[in-house]
Protein backbone atom coordinates (compact mmCIF):
# COMPACT_ATOMS: atom_id res chain seq x y z
CA UNK A 1 0.00 0.00 0.00
CA UNK A 2 1.51 3.31 -1.02
CA UNK A 3 1.08 6.58 0.84
CA UNK A 4 2.46 8.43 -1.45
CA UNK A 5 3.66 7.49 -5.46
CA UNK A 6 4.59 10.42 -7.58
CA UNK A 7 6.94 10.30 -10.95
CA UNK A 8 8.76 12.86 -12.15
CA UNK A 9 10.04 13.26 -16.02
CA UNK A 10 13.35 14.29 -16.42
CA UNK A 11 12.61 16.99 -19.74
CA UNK A 12 15.72 19.08 -19.76
CA UNK A 13 18.03 16.27 -18.48
CA UNK A 14 16.62 14.25 -21.25
CA UNK A 15 16.75 16.55 -23.93
CA UNK A 16 20.35 17.92 -22.97
CA UNK A 17 21.51 13.80 -23.16
CA UNK A 18 19.46 12.94 -26.17
CA UNK A 19 20.39 16.16 -28.30
CA UNK A 20 23.93 15.54 -27.51
CA UNK A 21 23.52 11.94 -28.75
CA UNK A 22 21.41 13.06 -32.06
CA UNK A 23 24.75 15.52 -32.55
CA UNK A 24 27.68 12.54 -31.86
CA UNK A 25 25.76 11.01 -34.44
CA UNK A 26 25.41 13.67 -37.08
CA UNK A 27 29.10 14.55 -36.44
CA UNK A 28 29.35 10.94 -36.85
CA UNK A 29 28.03 11.08 -40.22
CA UNK A 30 30.25 14.28 -41.25
CA UNK A 31 34.35 12.80 -39.69
CA UNK A 32 36.27 10.52 -40.24
CA UNK A 33 35.85 6.68 -39.93
CA UNK A 34 38.87 6.89 -37.02
CA UNK A 35 36.64 9.60 -35.09
CA UNK A 36 33.21 7.52 -36.18
CA UNK A 37 33.50 4.82 -33.13
CA UNK A 38 34.22 7.59 -30.26
CA UNK A 39 31.34 9.32 -31.47
CA UNK A 40 29.21 6.51 -31.60
CA UNK A 41 30.07 5.03 -27.86
CA UNK A 42 29.78 8.92 -26.91
CA UNK A 43 26.40 8.71 -28.58
CA UNK A 44 25.76 5.64 -27.24
CA UNK A 45 26.92 6.11 -23.39
CA UNK A 46 24.62 9.77 -23.75
CA UNK A 47 21.27 7.67 -24.78
CA UNK A 48 21.79 4.86 -21.77
CA UNK A 49 22.46 8.08 -19.41
CA UNK A 50 19.31 9.88 -20.75
CA UNK A 51 17.06 6.62 -20.64
CA UNK A 52 18.53 5.88 -16.90
CA UNK A 53 18.14 9.21 -15.68
CA UNK A 54 14.96 9.93 -17.75
CA UNK A 55 12.66 10.09 -14.58
CA UNK A 56 12.83 9.96 -11.05
CA UNK A 57 9.67 7.80 -8.77
CA UNK A 58 9.27 8.88 -5.28
CA UNK A 59 7.11 6.27 -2.93
CA UNK A 60 6.39 6.47 0.79
CA UNK A 61 4.88 2.84 1.92
CA UNK A 62 4.13 1.83 5.46
CA UNK A 63 7.64 0.95 5.98
CA UNK A 64 9.99 2.59 3.80
CA UNK A 65 10.58 5.38 1.69
CA UNK A 66 11.91 4.23 -2.03
CA UNK A 67 13.38 6.29 -5.17
CA UNK A 68 14.66 4.81 -8.13
CA UNK A 69 15.29 6.67 -11.76
CA UNK A 70 14.36 5.47 -15.08
CA UNK A 71 12.99 2.24 -15.33
CA UNK A 72 14.18 1.54 -12.14
CA UNK A 73 17.86 0.14 -12.24
CA UNK A 74 19.34 2.65 -9.79
CA UNK A 75 16.81 2.45 -6.67
CA UNK A 76 17.26 3.20 -3.12
CA UNK A 77 15.16 2.82 -0.16
CA UNK A 78 15.24 3.80 3.91
CA UNK A 79 12.87 2.46 6.53
CA UNK A 80 10.82 5.11 7.39
CA UNK A 81 11.46 4.81 11.01
CA UNK A 82 15.35 5.93 10.57
CA UNK A 83 14.26 9.15 9.42
CA UNK A 84 13.71 12.07 12.14
CA UNK A 85 13.58 15.02 9.84
CA UNK A 86 12.93 16.18 6.56
CA UNK A 87 12.38 20.26 5.15
CA UNK A 88 11.79 21.73 1.89
CA UNK A 89 14.80 22.76 0.09
CA UNK A 90 15.90 25.06 -3.09
CA UNK A 91 18.76 23.41 -4.61
CA UNK A 92 21.78 25.73 -6.48
CA UNK A 93 22.56 25.08 -10.02
CA UNK A 94 25.79 23.85 -8.65
CA UNK A 95 23.90 20.86 -7.09
CA UNK A 96 22.58 20.17 -10.38
CA UNK A 97 20.69 17.02 -11.64
CA UNK A 98 21.16 13.10 -11.82
CA UNK A 99 23.30 11.17 -8.43
CA UNK A 100 26.34 13.06 -6.15
CA UNK A 101 27.22 13.92 -3.43
CA UNK A 102 26.86 17.86 -2.23
CA UNK A 103 27.70 19.72 1.01
CA UNK A 104 24.15 18.28 2.13
CA UNK A 105 24.50 14.86 1.42
CA UNK A 106 23.70 12.83 -1.17
CA UNK A 107 21.43 14.31 -4.47
CA UNK A 108 18.73 12.46 -6.35
CA UNK A 109 16.95 14.83 -8.94
CA UNK A 110 15.94 14.36 -12.60
CA UNK A 111 14.99 18.28 -12.90
CA UNK A 112 13.75 21.76 -10.83
CA UNK A 113 15.49 23.29 -8.30
CA UNK A 114 12.88 21.83 -5.36
CA UNK A 115 13.94 19.26 -3.21
CA UNK A 116 13.35 17.58 0.21
CA UNK A 117 16.55 17.33 2.36
CA UNK A 118 15.95 14.45 4.62
CA UNK A 119 17.72 13.59 8.22
CA UNK A 120 18.87 10.03 9.69
CA UNK A 121 18.77 8.51 13.01
CA UNK A 122 22.48 8.30 11.84
CA UNK A 123 23.29 11.69 10.93
CA UNK A 124 23.10 11.74 7.73
CA UNK A 125 21.26 13.49 5.20
CA UNK A 126 20.34 13.04 1.16
CA UNK A 127 18.09 15.42 -1.17
CA UNK A 128 15.59 13.75 -3.04
CA UNK A 129 14.59 16.06 -5.97
CA UNK A 130 10.69 16.47 -6.74
CA UNK A 131 8.24 19.08 -8.29
CA UNK A 132 5.76 18.86 -5.66
CA UNK A 133 7.82 19.03 -2.18
CA UNK A 134 5.66 20.00 -0.22
CA UNK A 135 3.41 17.08 -0.32
CA UNK A 136 6.58 14.54 0.21
CA UNK A 137 7.17 16.82 3.20
CA UNK A 138 4.27 16.56 4.59
CA UNK A 139 3.78 12.56 3.95
CA UNK A 140 7.27 11.83 5.75
CA UNK A 141 6.45 14.37 8.72
CA UNK A 142 3.47 12.32 9.23
CA UNK A 143 5.97 9.16 9.61
CA UNK A 144 7.77 10.85 12.27
CA UNK A 145 7.26 10.03 16.20
CA UNK A 146 6.65 13.65 17.77
CA UNK A 147 9.40 13.05 20.08
CA UNK A 148 11.87 12.53 16.95
CA UNK A 149 10.73 16.06 15.45
CA UNK A 150 12.02 19.46 15.36
CA UNK A 151 15.83 18.74 16.25
CA UNK A 152 17.44 22.60 16.63
CA UNK A 153 20.70 21.64 15.07
CA UNK A 154 19.04 21.17 11.82
CA UNK A 155 19.94 23.85 8.81
CA UNK A 156 19.74 22.81 5.81
CA UNK A 157 22.58 24.50 4.95
CA UNK A 158 25.51 23.15 6.71
CA UNK A 159 27.90 20.63 5.74
CA UNK A 160 27.06 16.54 6.69
CA UNK A 161 27.83 15.00 9.71
Not at 20 to 43: D, E, H, K, P, Y
Not at 49 to 65: K, M, N, P, Y
Not at 70 to 80: D, E, M, R, S
Not at 143 to 160: A, R, V, Y
Request: aromatic share 8%.
Amino acid sequence: MNYYYHQQFGKTLVSILGGGAIFCLLMMVMLSSQASITLLLVSALLLVGAILFSSLTIAVDGTHLRWSFGPGLIHNQVPLDTIVDVAVTTTSLLEGWGIHLTRRGWHYSVSGNQAVVIRLKTGKRFLLGSDEPEKLASILQEHIPEEKKSFPDFEEGTPQG
